[in-house]
């Protein structure tokens, strides 16, 4: 069974420019869970979408946003990048709420 | 609100040694789920384990055990005979249950260094 993927794998961007990442889940996952993790600080929620909703989203400016497609695959967009947008951003789905979440290997943003 | 601490940043032990990984969370929710995941120097985090709030077993797999305690709200992860490959940072998670759409919540992570 296919795990989680995530595309790119890396992805550089100047200031000001907006970057799409992409993610698709393991096959009859419906929810899907998007993390920022910056140097030093951890695993930061971003952003959780179930059939095609957004459920939750975590401390971050409007400029993150995303959305789940009818195949349950996600899309992450963030605009006007600045420097320290520079992270691995995580993606991981699961099963029903409360079950386990399965992440794939992330996309490795660099700003500058 | 929720919270997850792992008070230990950074251990170091020496390849065999037995290593234990502290985990105390808090919440207001009657059910909830714990997890321990593992992120090797690759980057991809990997599901170890989840317990419910209504299961205090303890739970071996191989090398590895997790000892839940409710009453000290601690979720202890110790791996026994540690191995390089067990070099990686370890996060211990919370999913609260009872108020609906709330995120999984990260503890910091613990780095453990197994030196041969």
């Known amino acids: 069974e296919a795990g989680v993927t995530q595309s790119p794998t890396h992805l550089i961007k100047t200031r000001g420019q907006q970057a799409t990442l992409r993610c698709s889940p393991i096959?009859?996952?419906?929810?899907v869970y998007w993390y920022q993790q910056a140097l030093g600080l951890g695993l930061q929620f971003l952003l959780w979408?179930?059939?095609?909703?957004?459920?939750n989203r975590g401390n971050f400016p409007p400029r993150f946003s995303g959305r789940q497609f009818p195949n349950y695959s996600s899309e992450l967009n963030v605009n006007a990048l600045e420097l320290e947008d520079s992270a691995l951003y995580l993606c991981?789905?699961?099963?029903?709420?409360?079950?386990?979440?399965?992440f794939g290997p992330g996309t490795r943003l660099t700003v500058t | 609100a929720q919270k997850v601490t792992q008070a230990q940043t950074e251990i170091s032990v020496v390849e065999k040694e037995d290593v234990t990984l502290d985990c105390v969370y808090e919440?207001?929710?009657?059910?909830?789920?714990l997890f321990w995941y593992k992120q090797p120097p690759s980057g991809e985090l990997v599901f170890l384990i989840r317990?419910?709030?209504?299961?205090?077993q303890n739970e071996i797999s191989g090398r590895y055990s997790w000892n839940f305690q409710k009453s000290t709200s601690s979720f202890n992860f110790t791996i026994t005979a540690s191995q390089v490959v067990d070099s990686a940072v370890y996060f211990c998670?919370?999913?609260?249950?009872?108020?609906?759409?709330?995120?999984?919540?990260f503890g910091k992570g613990t780095r453990l260094s197994v030196i041969a």
């Open positions: 919440t207001r929710d009657t059910t909830y789920y």
């Open positions: 317990r419910n709030s209504f299961d205090e």
């Open positions: 979408y179930d059939e095609g909703e957004e459920r």
């Open positions: 096959s009859g996952h419906t929810s």
């Open positions: 998670a919370l999913k609260s249950m009872d108020s609906g759409n709330t995120p999984l919540v």
């Open positions: 991981a789905s699961s099963l029903v709420l409360g079950s386990e979440q399965y």
